[in-house]
């Protein structure tokens, strides 16, 4: 098994992916392509921190009373145009922590009680993390 297929066991289909990503907002997006998607590594410093940056957000808009956190990343791809354009495929999950949050809590994900939720959201995030400038280009999220 090859590495591709063992980080998109539960992926999106890439033809789906394609429609996702031709479907972003073109007046978000006009920059033009100096090097295509290419998967990185999960550990890639800046992929993390575009991470970070995409739930923090998907926090602010969530209605939910709790934080949820990326349980795990399904897949991350960086492309280049004028900025570092992150597609992180990952599943989300609800925690036992209530908003606000707080960075000296412990966070625990919610299993196997009432409240356990989870989601696969894609998010792809144009960043310049040298500028701290971190912009959500496309949300998309579906429960599991
Ligand atoms: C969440 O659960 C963990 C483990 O049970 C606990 O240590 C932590 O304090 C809880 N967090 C909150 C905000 O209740």
Same mark, same amino acid.
């Given at each position: 098994?090859?590495?591709?297929?063992?980080?998109? /066991?539960?992926?999106?289909?890439?033809?789906?992916?394609?429609?996702?990503?031709?479907?972003?907002? /073109?007046?978000?997006?006009?920059?033009?392509?100096?090097? /295509?998607?290419?998967?990185?590594? +999960?550990?890639?410093?800046?992929?993390?921190?575009?991470?970070? +940056?995409?739930?923090?957000?998907?926090?602010?808009?969530?209605?939910?009373?709790?934080?949820?956190?990326?349980?795990?990343?399904?897949?991350?791809?960086?492309?280049?145009?004028?900025?570092?354009?992150?597609?992180?495929?990952?599943?989300?999950?609800?925690?036992?922590?209530?908003? /606000?949050?707080?960075?000296?809590?412990?966070?625990?994900?919610?299993?196997?009680?009432?409240?356990?939720?989870?989601?696969?959201?894609?998010?792809?995030?144009?960043?310049?993390?040298?500028?701290?400038? +971190?912009?959500?280009?496309?949300?998309?999220?579906?429960?599991?």
């Amino acid at each position: 098994m090859d590495s591709e297929t063992m980080i998109r /066991p539960r992926g999106l289909p890439l033809l789906l992916l394609t429609i996702l990503l031709a479907s972003i907002d /073109p007046a978000k997006n006009t920059s033009n392509v100096l090097r /295509p998607f290419k998967s990185v590594e +999960f550990s890639d410093a800046n992929m993390r921190q575009c991470l970070w +940056f995409a739930m923090e957000e998907y926090n602010k808009e969530s209605k939910d009373e709790y934080i949820f956190l990326s349980s795990q990343i399904l897949q991350a791809q960086l492309q280049l145009t004028d900025r570092m354009e992150y597609m992180i495929e990952t599943e989300v999950a609800r925690t036992n922590c209530t908003k /606000p949050y707080s960075n000296n809590e412990i966070c625990v994900i919610q299993e196997n009680t009432n409240l356990e939720k989870k989601m696969n959201c894609i998010f792809l995030v144009g960043a310049l993390p040298w500028n701290g400038d +971190f912009l959500m280009l496309m949300k998309d999220c579906s429960e599991i």
